[in-house]
C-alpha cells in the first residue's frame, strides 16, 4: 500500500497525543507524491488550500502519525 493510500485509510484515527506544533503552510504535505490540484500559493509564498473548509480528513489531521510524518525538514508540527 503506497503511503498516501495509508492515510487516507488511517485518516479515521485519531491524531498523536505526542503532535506539538502547529501548521506553518509550507504546502508540503500537499504535494504527497504529486502536487495537489487545490494548492495555491499567497504572495507571500506561504500556501492556502482552495478547498480548505472541505478538505479530506487526511489533509486535516497531517502529520496524524510519527509512522506518516514525511515532512518534518519544513513543516511546523513535531512528536515528542
Ligand atoms: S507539511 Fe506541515 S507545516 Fe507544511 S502545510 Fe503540511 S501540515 Fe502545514
Ligand atoms: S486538498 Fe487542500 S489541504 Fe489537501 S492536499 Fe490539496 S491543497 Fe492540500
Known amino acids: 500500500m503506497n503511503a498516501k493510500a495509508k492515510r487516507t485509510i488511517t485518516s479515521v484515527l485519531p491524531v498523536s497525543e505526542r503532535r506539538r506544533g502547529e501548521c506553518v503552510n509550507c504546502g508540503r504535505c500537499c504535494k504527497l507524491p504529486n502536487v495537489c490540484p487545490f494548492l495555491e500559493y499567497n504572495p507571500d509564498g506561504s500556501s492556502c488550500c482552495m478547498i ?12 496524524r502519525a510519527e509512522s506518516e510524518f514525511l515532512t518534518a525538514d519544513t513543516c511546523g508540527f513535531r512528536f515528542e
Open 52 to 63: 480548505y473548509s472541505i478538505r479530506p480528513l487526511n489533509c486535516r489531521k497531517y502529520p
